[in-house]
């Protein structure tokens, strides 16, 4: 298993601020950040590739490793949108429906592991 680099009192804090509204560039990217590192540990392997420029990308998924060129499955988006899903804000095929979400490959689906933190969705944070 990956080595955690934020700890979990941190992710989860920069979770709950972003789930009040934060916005500030620091708390987005550890919350990011953070979900990014529970989604590769819920779900470890490397057949899939997710992106949330600026402020990291993961692969996870268990399959066929990809260690060249362009992977097969990619997942990317908007802070604000991964944030939203990974709190269960979201709904996975809205987002990819309205285009805030791209998913390319047979394997670029993440709806059977999200939501991440079911709590924020109801707006109980």
Not at 34 to 57: D, H, I, K, M, W
Not at 69 to 74: K, M, Y
């Amino acid at each position: 298993m990956a080595r955690r680099r934020i700890e979990w009192a941190d992710g989860d804090a920069a979770l709950s601020r972003c789930a009040e509204g934060a916005t500030d560039r620091p708390t987005v990217a550890t919350a990011v950040r953070y979900a990014l590192e529970e989604l590769t540990a819920r779900a470890p392997g490397n057949s899939v590739e997710v992106r949330v420029p600026p402020f990291g990308v993961a692969q996870c998924v268990a399959g066929p490793r990809h260690t060249r060129g362009t992977p097969p499955n990619v997942i990317e988006t908007d802070a604000a949108t991964f944030l939203g899903l990974v709190t269960g804000r979201l709904d996975w095929h809205g987002a990819r429906e309205s285009g805030a979400v791209t998913a390319s490959g047979t394997r670029a689906d993440l709806t059977a592991l999200l939501p991440l933190w079911s709590r924020f969705a109801a707006g109980d944070a």
